[in-house]
């Protein structure tokens, strides 16, 4: 109970505009946190905030403050920010910003504006002329048609048609929308039924050939995108030291040009209009009549308006040789613990080139090399985590790279409590950002594809079902099609039991209906998806792996929902036959 006592003493809690405006009398520096309800305050900062308070002693002069962003009108501007924000108020004016917990820039930005207080009380130093920061006035005409358009996001979908996916342009398409400062908000690939391509095109059945349009949508896969306008791309904040008159003009034109940026998004092209200058719009239909995206979006992504505050981030982590060996379950459960789910892991022998590339920032140290040395000396663990905000809260979770600025900013970080004596730095590694993320993901886990064949006799339902365990298991729909598989078509996928006495019964069960063909792609690609169907025979199943595909819908040998190539190059000899335009990104990792 002691501890609680303190740390309510240490910040005042800010959750209302009276509150607000009542800390805004403080005389010298109030330290705000401001915080979203849902994820509560940055608790990794209370360490370092305690410290400065005890060391600095300044009562008067240096105050903490937690505010939560949801209930203040002031801080609208402020919600649903993916990362922890830190204003400094001087004698109630908003003078700085800092993005993220960036301990040392936090620190060093209290002492400085605390010896500046000293200096300005003592007669020593006159006060700068700091810009305020300025809220949009919520009451004002302009300033309330801001904030109205930033709370009621307006969304586009965007429908990437079957010849588009099946050519590989999906990918280049959602590149120019993202380039063109829109945002994906999410996303979803499926093979459309003919109600629903009757109703997302209901305003062009009238059309001569709508019945052959309706043919086509409904005969490979297409790419569903719910997509908003965005903002403009601000320069981080808080990354490097700047002198606090430099710092304070940065911040104040960014917060102008957050501010004007939705009254000029206004001017930009609609995304149909942008497709169109980008000689695309054929591969790509947009729907932007209000009223029929909500519709299309209830339709498409249910759970959307849940999930649209969160913000699932997948990144790539290591657990150095040294912890692997000696604490790998301890560090596994408390990322469990923290709320994280492990995609994939793999043990990996870095190569000396690959343990120099994780460990720049060690490189003029003098144990570099020491360093490299055990990087290579043994097994590491790699792991690909996500989680809601992911990359923030695991930088705040394992700490700075060096042990010793950690034990200093965040003695209760991982680095820490994992520290080793060998070397002073971080057990445990994880990407500087999403783009590294991405980057070292698919470099540690390069991808692969297999052919995955769900059969006639699956139902709709439990295609629908089927899918979604595909999606839980990290796979991504790749290419996908409904198609008969007739005798030819067949031969293509079961090449090699064409000469089997059974066969004759396998194309005749096929021929029953259309089957759903797929190219299924992740890291171990082959191998997981033999693993996630189970044993051929799903009484079999049943008892060897029961939560397998054929254990819980296969009914026979014969059919047994579904089916996958035994080997890689089965996969690839399958996949090209059936899908002649695929090519894989990766044919190493294939």
Not at 106 to 126: D, P, R, S, T
Not at 327 to 339: A, C, F, P, Q
Not at 557 to 576: F, P, Q, R
Request: aromatic share 8%; hydrophobic share 40%.
């Amino acid at each position: 109970m002691a501890g609680k006592k303190r740390e309510i003493q240490l910040q005042a809690v800010v959750n209302s505009q009276s509150l607000w405006d009542e800390m805004l009398q403080n005389k010298g520096l109030t330290v705000i946190d401001v915080y979203q309800a849902w994820c509560g305050p940055c608790k990794a900062m209370q360490t370092l905030f305690r410290k400065l308070k005890n060391e600095l002693n300044e009562d008067e002069l240096l105050h903490f403050v937690v505010a939560e962003a949801d209930n203040i009108v002031t801080l609208q501007p402020f919600r649903d920010q993916c990362e922890p924000i830190f204003l400094f108020s001087v004698n109630g004016k908003i003078i700085a910003k800092i993005n993220g917990a960036n301990a040392p820039l936090v620190n060093q930005k209290i002492i400085n504006l605390v010896n500046e207080e000293k200096k300005i009380a003592a007669g020593e130093l006159v006060r700068p002329q700091y810009h305020e920061i300025v809220f949009v006035d919520p009451d004002a005409d302009d300033g309330g048609e801001v904030l109205n358009e930033s709370v009621n996001q307006l969304y586009s979908i965007a429908i990437i048609k079957p010849d588009a996916v099946i050519n590989r342009k999906s990918l280049e398409i959602k590149q120019k929308i993202i380039k063109a400062g829109f945002v994906i908000e999410i996303e979803d690939k499926r093979v459309f039924t003919e109600q629903q391509v009757r109703d997302f095109y209901h305003r062009i059945a009238h059309q001569p050939d709508f019945e052959d349009f309706v043919l086509f949508m409904t005969s490979g896969l297409s790419h569903i995108l719910v997509i908003s306008q965005g903002n403009e791309e601000q320069p981080a904040l808080g990354e490097t030291e700047s002198d606090p008159e430099t710092e304070a003009k940065e911040i104040y034109e960014d917060h102008l040009a957050m501010v004007t940026t939705p009254m000029m998004r206004k001017k930009r092209d609609s995304l149909e209009e942008y497709l169109e200058r980008q000689h695309i719009s054929q591969f790509c239909d947009v729907e932007e009549n209000i009223t029929d995206v909500n519709r299309f979006i209830d339709m498409f992504f249910p759970d959307f308006k849940n999930m649209k505050n969160l913000k699932l981030e997948k990144i790539l982590a290591l657990l150095r040789p040294a912890l692997f060996q000696e604490k790998k379950e301890d560090v596994l459960k408390i990322i469990e613990d923290e709320g994280f789910k492990i995609l994939m892991q793999r043990q990996i022998v870095l190569s000396e080139e690959e343990a120099q590339t994780l460990c720049k920032e060690y490189e003029n140290e003098d144990y570099f090399g020491n360093l490299i040395e055990k990087m290579t000396s043994g097994p590491s663990l790699a792991l690909v985590l996500v989680r809601d905000h992911g990359l923030q809260h695991w930088k705040e979770l394992i700490g700075p790279g060096s042990v010793e600025k950690a034990k200093e900013y965040l003695p209760e970080s991982l680095c820490v409590r994992f520290a080793m004596e060998e070397l002073p730095i971080n057990q445990l590694y994880g990407s500087d950002s999403l783009e590294a993320a991405e980057r070292e993901i698919r470099y540690f886990f390069p991808p692969q594809s297999t052919l995955a064949l769900l059969k006639p006799h699956v139902t709709q339902e439990q295609r629908e079902e089927i899918l979604k365990l595909i999606r839980e298991a990290g796979f991504e729909i790749t290419q996908m099609k409904e198609m008969l598989l007739n005798e030819e078509e067949a031969g293509k996928i079961y090449s090699k039991i064409k000469g089997k006495d059974f066969y004759q019964d396998v194309l005749e069960m096929l021929s029953e209906g259309p089957s759903l063909v797929m190219v299924l792609t992740k890291w171990n690609a082959v191998s997981d998806w033999r693993q996630l169907i189970g044993p051929v025979e799903p009484d079999e199943a049943k008892l060897l792996s029961p939560d397998s595909i054929r254990a819980k819908f296969g009914r026979s040998v014969l059919k047994n929902a579904v089916h996958g190539s035994s080997n890689t190059y089965e996969a690839m000899e399958s996949i090209t036959r059936i899908f002649e335009e695929f090519g894989p990104e990766n044919p190493e990792g294939n």
